[in-house]
């Protein structure tokens, strides 16, 4: 099992996506923060709206995964999960069965 996450990561890595690495403790797994696209993305806060958290409902949107890397770990059969969100990244989840 750890061997097909290997290669799935060796092809995620090939791809520019170096961040995308191993959950400690869990042979099966791996995660890590991605570019979002043009089209996901939101202006940074200005002024003193930048101190406030900023919460973002669609965190868990299938449509925020960059459709390269949902591509290269769907092809050996593995699921790939967004997770959460800032305003240029989306934290992505990689595992046999889902989270």
């Not at 791809?15 to 400690?24: P, T």
């Not at 919460?55 to 790939?80: F, M």
């Amino acid at each position: 099992m750890s061997d097909e996450l290997a290669t799935i990561l060796n092809d995620l890595h090939e791809l520019g996506y170096e961040m995308v690495d191993r959950v400690e403790g869990f042979e099966s797994e791996a995660s890590g923060r991605v570019p979002l696209s043009e089209e996901h993305r939101r202006e940074r806060a200005t002024g003193w709206r930048r101190y406030l958290p900023r919460i973002h409902c669609d965190a868990g949107d299938p449509d925020l995964v960059p459709d390269d890397l949902r591509a290269a770990v769907e092809a050996r059969g593995w699921t790939v999960q967004a997770m959460g969100r800032s305003d240029d990244t989306v934290t992505v989840v990689v595992s046999e069965n889902g989270v």
